[in-house]
């Protein structure tokens, strides 16, 4: 039981450092002050079917608590590709959480990424790119090119720092829901949903 809990401090320990490691080398690619709380994480990853015989995309896994949240909910790590910008965080990520697809690169190369793995379709994207940081019209082209590599009906989810979607509502190409507010998260992070209009 001790060596348990010593375990998960240590796992807490390391992703810390790794995030604040990250943040002093380039803060706006990291885009937060601390890092996404574990109920945050688990939030996001309980929309994804673990079972669905489809991949799981992962954008900006930083210091690594999404990508632990989603292998708890039962994703195996072969199945999880997992971009990051950040060349810091890779080599703790990769430590961390060894069988997961990690890759350097940028999210908004999505779609050659995705080409060049040959994946048509994942399960669920779940993002914690600081998305804010970029000019709208940035953002509403990442979640177009999202949508399209996704299973129909399956949802981009998407944390933010913002009162509002971080990509605003096009009803004519997607539809976006709040998920979840966690108040525990530091600042308070609201999780939003897209889905591609049918």
Do not use: C
Not at 22 to 44: D, E, F
Not at 132 to 161: C, H, K, T
């Amino acid at each position: 039981m001790q060596t348990k809990i010593n375990n998960r401090f240590g796992l807490r320990l390391g992703e810390r450092l790794e995030f604040y490691k990250g943040w002093l080398a380039n803060p706006k690619a990291v885009g937060a002050i601390t890092p996404t709380s574990l109920t945050t994480a688990r939030i996001m990853a309980s929309v994804i079917r673990p079972d669905s015989g489809l991949k799981v995309l992962e954008l900006g896994p930083g210091n690594g608590v999404t990508t632990r949240a989603i292998l708890e909910h039962g994703v195996r790590p072969a199945d999880l590709y997992s971009i990051e910008f950040t060349e810091s965080f890779l080599p703790g990520l990769r430590l961390r959480y060894p069988g997961v697809n990690f890759i350097h690169n940028d999210a908004f190369n999505i779609s050659q990424i995705s080409a060049d793995l040959e994946i048509d379709k994942y399960d669920a994207v779940i993002s914690a790119l600081p998305l804010l940081n970029f000019p709208v019209a940035q953002r509403i082209r990442l979640v177009d090119m999202i949508l399209e590599l996704l299973e129909p009906g399956r949802p981009l989810v998407q944390f933010s720092y913002g009162l509002s979607p971080p990509a605003p509502t096009r009803p004519e190409k997607y539809t976006v829901k709040r998920l979840g507010t966690v108040l525990r998260n530091l600042p308070p992070a609201r999780i939003w949903t897209y889905q591609k209009a049918s």
